[in-house]
């Protein structure tokens, strides 16, 4: 007989740079092995899974992240559950809230649009403080073409050219709903330089480093060391560009994850 499972929808926001990203990994500290500590401290009688919306990579911290957290017996008090849970985690992961769903719910394959913002500066060394939030690049960067560069890649296209490794089972095309550079008017700091800008890509999915690599690309290009007509052709099928940039995963926040339902 099949047992019964309870399913709750988890909020969470965590800072990145001391951890090894999301996913489990054998004597690395990430996101999920707290979790897992966590969670087996508090109620070491009852069997549990999670299972989170996407990974992030090492360094990358998220201000609106979930995770499905499937549990053989109900949970008898949510608001003590978080109570317990957030007293009882590092002081850079927090749980924001915790909703029984339903069965159907499944998070990895229910549409969902997630809005990555990467923080950076240049010209000038930050203050070390700043080191966990922003990606700081001493050569000058021509920002209005960068910003011409970021325009590129809204739309659907072919990213086999940004990942790591291309599999056959990677889904390479993807469309991205939006892409600009803005001044960073989300995070401050008085040890925050005086000029910051984020990254602002929105869609619905990535294929792996992603985004660093978008954000690498457009580096390139604000030094001058690629240019627009080679930014639109390395977005074509069966593009042969090799891209030599990965930006930083410290300067990435997963900013906003919505589910349709």
């Not at 069997?47 to 949970?75: M, N, Q």
């Not at 008085?190 to 294929?207: D, M, R």
């Not at 926040?253 to 919505?258: A, S």
């Amino acid at each position: 007989m099949k047992k019964q499972r309870f399913c709750y929808l988890v909020r969470l926001q965590y800072l990145g740079f001391r951890f090894n990203g999301w996913q489990v990994q054998p004597k690395l500290r990430t996101i999920v092995g707290m979790l897992d500590k966590t969670f087996t401290f508090l109620y070491p009688d009852i069997s549990y899974k999670i299972l989170g919306a996407g990974r992030t990579d090492a360094k990358v911290s998220s201000l609106d992240g979930a995770f499905e957290l499937f549990v053989e017996e109900p949970l008898e008090d949510l608001d003590v559950f978080i109570q317990d849970f957030n007293k009882n985690l590092p002081s850079d992961i927090r749980l924001l809230s915790i909703a029984p769903i339903g069965q159907d719910f499944n998070i990895i394959k229910d549409s969902k649009t997630k809005e990555y913002n990467y923080f950076f500066s240049f010209g000038c060394k930050n203050h070390p403080f700043s080191a966990p939030f922003i990606t700081n690049y001493l050569d000058h960067l021509d920002l209005e073409l960068m910003k011409q560069g970021a325009s590129l890649f809204q739309g659907m296209h072919d990213f086999s050219v940004y990942t790591a490794s291309i599999k056959s089972t990677t889904i390479a095309v993807r469309e991205i709903e939006s892409c600009c550079i803005v001044p960073n008017d989300i995070l401050t700091a008085n040890f925050f330089p005086e000029h910051s800008y984020i990254l602002k890509i929105k869609g619905k999915g990535f294929i792996r480093y992603q985004i660093r690599m978008i954000m690498g690309a457009l580096v390139q290009l604000g030094k001058n060391e690629l240019t627009l007509k080679e930014i639109k052709a390395s977005l074509l099928t069966g593009s042969t560009h090799k891209l030599n940039t990965i930006a930083p995963g410290s300067g990435l926040i997963l900013n906003k994850l919505q589910f349709n339902n």
